[in-house]
C-alpha cells in the first residue's frame, strides 16, 4: 500500500510562495502522483499532477503560477506555488495511481492526510 505525507503548508500573504512536498512510500513502479485542494465549503478540486516522467498537467486556475515536478530518484512530488491567491486558500492533498493518471479522483488508490495552505489579502 503506497503511503503519502503531504509537508509545507503554511500562512502567507497575497503574492507569496509555498512549496509542498509529498512523499511517497512503497512506490516501487510507474505511479501518477497529483495534487488536489480542498477550500471549505467547496468540492475537491484537482490541481494537477504528474505520471512517470510524462509531463506535469495542471488545472486552469493554477496554470502559469503553480508548477509540479519530481525529484530524481525519489519518490517525491513538489507542488510549488508562486503568485498565491485568497481563493487558493485551503487543504492541499497529495493522491497517487498506479500507471497513468485517472479521470476521476475517485479512483485515486492513495491519499494523505493533508496540509493547509492560507492566503491572507
Known amino acids: 500500500q503506497v503511503q503519502l505525507e503531504e509537508s509545507g503548508g503554511d500562512s502567507v500573504q497575497a503574492g507569496g510562495s509555498l512549496r509542498l512536498s509529498c512523499a511517497a512510500r512503497?512506490?516501487?513502479?510507474?505511479?501518477?502522483m497529483s495534487w488536489f485542494r480542498q477550500a471549505p465549503g467547496k468540492e475537491r478540486e484537482e490541481v494537477g499532477g504528474k505520471a512517470g516522467e510524462d509531463s506535469p498537467f495542471y488545472a486552469e486556475s493554477v496554470k502559469g503560477r503553480f508548477t509540479i515536478s519530481k525529484e530524481n530518484g525519489k519518490n517525491i512530488l513538489y507542488l510549488q506555488m508562486n503568485g498565491l491567491k485568497p481563493e487558493d486558500t485551503a487543504m492541499y492533498y497529495c493522491?497517487?495511481?498506479?500507471?497513468?493518471?485517472?479521470?476521476?479522483?475517485?479512483?485515486?488508490?492513495?491519499w494523505g492526510q493533508g496540509t493547509q495552505v492560507t492566503v491572507s489579502s
Open positions: 512503497n512506490m516501487y513502479s510507474r505511479y501518477c
Open positions: 493522491a497517487a495511481s498506479y500507471g497513468y493518471c485517472p479521470k476521476s479522483q475517485d479512483d485515486y488508490t492513495s
